[in-house]
């Protein structure tokens, strides 16, 4: 059940658009191995039966453009009643084509020389996982995140993994074969280093926090130079003036944060819930005018359950809470 579930979320992420152009194409490659197979068919199915994709004008021309990569002998306009047949299956993939999903029929042709299998790592709300990559370098990803990755490096140039959500990596040298991790806005190339890279879709900004060694950091939107962080600096882009800003941090936080301790350094109450809501697993509602202007610094021991840090908050901040099961109301 925890598998099904897992694979829809994938599914969901990226039909959200939360994936960036790379990771569409490891969506396409992941949603093409064997690996649950049935379950990806049946949630796509899902899919297919709640959508209200409509054929159109255009819809012809994407089915025969889709037909056209995969080689396939066209559906012969005459032909009635094949055409009513897979109409609604064509205005589906002109639907996925829009929010690029076609990469499930043509990623063969991006990947390298040699097939590259892929592994991906879902860690679900309330939970974080430790993961060994295929080099022996490390990963702890967080809640709410997903990590894709080759399950062998022999075969890439680069070992290049991809990331939504947040993820902490300390990584073995290989000077002829750098590290990578892409994210929607930032690409973070290391050789042996430890660092953090945050990048949930509902963020405003992506973020690069290095602890050991050197990382550069290429911002992928405008037309920003690459960065080179040192030990204890961070590089910050918003999402939505696209502003870049590097600046120092306490770098011992977050090596806390991998031993399960919640450190917020000047954070604002919304940034404050939304990570609470991705560690515990619950949906918290609150009134955000009411807290727009607060910034906090608190820290939370790992043994602090949801309730603990509520009512350290209600004698911080002044709140009030009620808890019904896993949803939580502030007034």
């Not at 679900?124 to 430790?130: A, D, I, K, L, V």
């Not at 892409?182 to 660092?195: E, I």
């Not at 939505?240 to 919640?262: F, I, N, W």
């Not at 021991?301 to 908050?313: G, Q, R």
Request: proline share 4%; hydrophobic share 40%.
């Amino acid at each position: 059940m925890e598998n099904d579930n897992n694979t829809k979320r994938i599914i969901q992420l990226y039909f959200g658009k939360h994936f960036s152009r790379p990771g569409r194409l490891l969506f396409g490659c992941w949603l093409r191995t064997k690996d649950r197979a049935a379950e990806k068919t049946a949630i796509l199915q899902t899919f297919w039966e709640h959508s209200a994709a409509k054929a159109t004008a255009e819809t012809r021309e994407d089915w025969d453009a889709l037909q056209k990569h995969l080689q396939v002998e066209p559906v012969r306009r005459n032909s009635v009643p094949m055409y009513r047949r897979w109409i609604k299956y064509a205005a589906i993939i002109a639907w996925m084509l829009l929010t690029g999903a076609a990469t499930f029929f043509v990623t063969n042709r991006l990947k390298p020389v040699g097939h590259v299998e892929m592994a991906e790592l879902f860690v679900p709300y309330g939970e974080s996982r430790q993961v060994v990559l295929p080099d022996g370098s490390q990963a702890w990803v967080d809640a709410g995140s997903l990590l894709v990755y080759p399950i062998d490096f022999t075969d890439t140039e680069t070992r290049t993994v991809y990331l939504t959500g947040e993820a902490s990596f300390i990584v073995r040298k290989n000077k002829e074969k750098p590290f990578i991790v892409k994210t929607t806005y930032l690409d973070v190339q290391a050789l042996g280093t430890v660092f953090t890279v945050t990048s949930y879709p509902s963020d405003s900004c992506t973020r690069a926090t290095l602890e050991e060694g050197s990382i550069r950091v290429d911002v992928k939107e405008g037309t920003h130079a690459p960065a080179i962080l040192q030990p204890a600096q961070q590089l910050s882009y918003s999402h939505a003036t696209h502003q870049v800003k590097v600046q120092p941090v306490d770098t011992s936080l977050y090596k806390m944060e991998r031993s399960g301790y919640l450190i917020y350094e000047n954070v604002s109450f919304n940034r404050l819930m939304t990570s609470l809501e991705r560690k515990f697993n619950v949906t918290i509602h609150y009134n955000s005018r009411k807290y727009a202007d607060g910034y906090y610094n608190v820290k939370f021991a790992p043994e602090e359950s949801i309730e603990d840090i509520l009512a350290v908050l209600q004698q911080l901040i002044g709140i009030r809470y009620q808890v019904e099961s896993n949803i939580i109301f502030i007034n």
